[in-house]
C-alpha cells in the first residue's frame, strides 16, 4: 500500500497505545468504551493512517477459546479502523510475544483491509521490524519515512535488564536501510518517525530527580532507576504517571538515531499511565498512554495522540494529545468516583488505600501479638 501526502499536503497519523485486549470483548463494558473513544477520535481526525503501538492483546486467547475467537478478538481491536478503509500499522508489544502468538497475529492483521504490518527482515531479532515511506502527493518523490521497531520481549538475562532492547543486529538494519534512503534523498537523511512498544532508556533525560516537596506528585523510577522519584524537567510536558520501563542496557539505538540523522520523533507504549513528551537532543521523544480500559489506568484517562506532517516543511510537525473526556464520551465501564478523578487524584488515592490495609495490617498484628503475650504472661 502506498502512503502519499494529500492534495493539501498534510499526512495525519493517530496513535492508540495499550489497548490489551482480552476474550471477553463482547461483554465487557471496557471494550465498548475504548470502541467510544476509537470511533471517536476516527470521526474527528479523519487520520492517512493509524498506529497502535502495542500490547493490543493481552491474553492467550488461541488457547483458552480457540483459532476463530482468537481471530475475532483481534480482528475486533481494529475493525473501527478497518471499516473505514483506513491503513495501519500494529507493532508488536511485549503482550504479543508472550505467548508466542506473533506470526498468526501478524498473519490475521495482513489479511484485512489497510494493515501495512510486515516483517521486512526476516533474519534479524524481532517478529516485525520495518519502514514505510510517505510520497509527495503527486506520488513521485520518496518525502518521509516511518520506522516500526520491534522492541522485543523480556530480556533473557534478567539479571542485566527486565525488558530486552533493540538488538544490534535490528540497530544495524536501520543504518543500513537510512544510508539507502540519505541516497534517495539527494544525500540528506530522510525525515523519520519512529514508533516501537519499549521506550529508549534516554526518556529518562525528559525527567529530573525530585526534590523533597514534589515527592507527592512524583514518579518511582524503574529499573536501574527505582531508587528514585522523578518529575518531567522544564520543558517536557504532558503527564508522568510512573516510572519508564525503559530497559537497564542501552543497546545504542537512541545515539544511531543520533549519528544518522533525520529521526524527528520517536513514540512509544508500554508505561499506560504516561503521556509525556519533550526534546532529547533535538528528537521529540513521547510516550503514549492506554487508548483502552483493560490494562491499569489511573482513572477515565485513556486518549489518542495525533502528529500531522507537512510535505512543505518537512523539519517540524505538530502533535495533539486528546482524552476521553475530551471527546465529550461517557465513561460506562469504571465507577463514579474514579470516573471523576484527575489523574494524580486517582493514584494518591490508591496510595492512601494501600497505605490503610498496611497500617489496619500492622495494628491488627500489633493487637494480635499483645494477646499472645497476655495470654502467655497469665
Ligand atoms: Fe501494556
Ligand atoms: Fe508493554
Not at 483481534?74 to 506470526?103: F, K, M, Q, S, T
Not at 502533535?319 to 464520551?329: D, I, M, R, V
Request: glycine share 10%; with cysteine; charged share 25%.
Amino acid at each position: 500500500m502506498k502512503l502519499k501526502f494529500n492534495k493539501d499536503g498534510k499526512f495525519k497519523i493517530l496513535l492508540f497505545g495499550d489497548i490489551h485486549e482480552t476474550g471477553d470483548f463482547r461483554t465487557n463494558p471496557k471494550f465498548k468504551d475504548m470502541r467510544k473513544l476509537m470511533n471517536a477520535a476516527l470521526d474527528e481526525y479523519k487520520p492517512d493512517l493509524c498506529v497502535l503501538l502495542g500490547d493490543n492483546c493481552d491474553d492467550d486467547v488461541l488457547a483458552n477459546k480457540g483459532p476463530e475467537e482468537f481471530r475475532k478478538m483481534l480482528i475486533a481491536v481494529c475493525e473501527p479502523i478497518i471499516n473505514r478503509n483506513i491503513p495501519y500499522a500494529l507493532i508488536l508489544g511485549n503482550h504479543e510475544h508472550d505467548y508466542r502468538l506473533e506470526d498468526q497475529i501478524v498473519e490475521i492483521y495482513q489479511n484485512t483491509y489497510g494493515c501495512i504490518t510486515r516483517n521486512e527482515e526476516p533474519g534479524i531479532t524481532g517478529d516485525a521490524n520495518w519502514k514505510d515511506i510517505i510520497y509527495s502527493s503527486d506520488g513521485k518523490t520518496p518525502k518521509f519515512c516511518l520506522w516500526f521497531i520491534d522492541s522485543n520481549n523480556v530480556c533473557c538475562d534478567r539479571s542485566l535488564s527486565h525488558y530486552d532492547y533493540v538488538h544490534h543486529d535490528q540497530i544495524r538494519w536501520f543504518e543500513r536501510e537510512s544510508a539507502k534512503l540519505k541516497e534517495l534523498n539527494g544525500g540528506k537523511p530522510m525525515p523519520s518517525f519512529v514508533f516501537q512498544h519499549t521506550p529508549v532508556p534516554e526518556e529518562y533525560q525528559l525527567m529530573r530527580k525530585a526534590h523533597l516537596w514534589e515527592l507527592p506528585w512524583s514518579a518511582k523510577g524503574y529499573g536501574v532507576h527505582s531508587k528514585n522519584r522523578y518529575v518531567l524537567k522544564k520543558g517536557a510536558t504532558g503527564y508522568l504517571g510512573e516510572g519508564p520501563c525503559s530497559p537497564d542496557v542501552n543497546s545504542g539505538q537512541f545515539a544511531s538515531w543520533k549519528k544518522v540523522g533525520g529521526v524527528l520523533g520517536a513514540f512509544f507504549g508500554h508505561d499506560h499511565l504516561n503521556d509525556m513528551s519533550g526534546y532529547v537532543d533535538g528528537i521529540f521523544l513521547a510516550q503514549h498512554k492506554t487508548a483502552g480500559f483493560r490494562a491499569y489506568t489511573d482513572g477515565c484517562k485513556s486518549c489518542v495522540r495525533l502528529l500531522t506532517l507537512d510535505e512543505n516543511n518537512l523539519s517540524t510537525f505538530e502533535q495533539e494529545l486528546k482524552h476521553f473526556k475530551e471527546f465529550g464520551l461517557k465513561c460506562e465501564s469504571l465507577g463514579p468516583i474514579f470516573r471523576t478523578l484527575s489523574d494524580r487524584q486517582s493514584i494518591n488515592l490508591h496510595i492512601l488505600g494501600y497505605s490503610a490495609l498496611a497500617i489496619g495490617g500492622v495494628t491488627a498484628a500489633g493487637i494480635a501479638v499483645k494477646k499472645l503475650i497476655d495470654k502467655t504472661g497469665g
